[in-house]
């Protein structure tokens, strides 16, 4: 079954410790990116790849890092997280060039600093 | 950088009543308008999209319309059924540039 898929699906941690939520893709996509949700904001992108050791900066990369050394793996990582970062995050691939922009959603990770 | 107005946020209608979602985006340059819907739990899915180059384009009960010289896109969703309940986002980009700015999102009632 084609699908991108998130781990953990549910995080709750505290301000400080590391973590990193995992994203994985079985479309041979080239595009990947992460989003957060909040309730009014909508979804806004942190970081997008458009291919493997190509990353780029969203709307909201502070306090974020990514790295794309798979094709179909791109992990996002919190080195240091705080409240602030208390959102749900999806992960999204795409085939990207070729005609096909559709982005296909992971189902979320919802974290939780405290 | 793009910005994506997107309006109403929530929106009650009645089983059968069309709705209507209104989007208008800042970025000239921007040609690729996808519509996605996120249940309850899950993740967006796409349901419809439009590029520059169309004015409409329609899929059963669901339509979007680009207006670019005014800058706004609308999704329609006519004869609608309590399974359109959701939350729908508006999104635009320039198709092969892969930085996306969504709408805050509109979520929809429909009540039976």
């Known amino acids: 079954e084609a699908q991108v898929t998130q781990n953990p699906r549910y995080l709750i941690t505290v301000t400080g410790k590391k973590l990193t939520v995992t994203c994985s893709q079985n479309m041979n996509h080239e595009y990947m990116s992460w989003y957060r949700q909040d309730p009014g904001l909508g979804l806004r992108q942190i970081y997008y790849s458009m291919n493997v050791e190509v990353t780029d900066k969203g709307d909201v990369p502070e306090g974020y890092k990514v790295s794309r050394k798979e094709k179909r793996n791109f992990p996002l990582i919190l080195e240091s997280p705080s409240p602030n970062q208390t959102s749900l995050y999806f992960c999204?691939?795409?085939?990207?060039?070729?005609?096909?922009?559709?982005?296909?959603f992971g189902p979320g990770t919802r974290l939780t600093v405290t | 950088g793009e910005n994506v107005e997107q309006h109403p946020s929530t929106l009650s209608v009645q089983e059968g009543d069309s709705a209507v979602i209104k989007c208008t985006y800042s970025?000239?340059?921007?040609?690729?308008f996808p519509w996605y819907k996120q249940e309850l739990g899950k993740g967006p899915q796409l349901i419809i999209d439009i590029r520059s180059n169309v004015g409409e384009k329609k899929d059963q009960r669901i339509a979007v319309t680009l207006n670019k010289t005014a800058k706004h896109f609308s999704l329609h969703i006519t004869e609608t059924q309590p399974e359109d309940s959701a939350v729908y986002f508006c999104?635009?980009?320039?198709?092969?540039?892969?930085?996306?700015?969504f709408g805050i999102g509109t979520k929809l009632q429909v009540i039976p």
């Open positions: 999204a691939s795409s085939l990207g060039d070729g005609g096909s922009y559709e982005q296909y």
């Open positions: 999104a635009a980009t320039k198709a092969g540039y892969q930085k996306v700015t």
């Open positions: 970025d000239s340059a921007s040609n690729y």
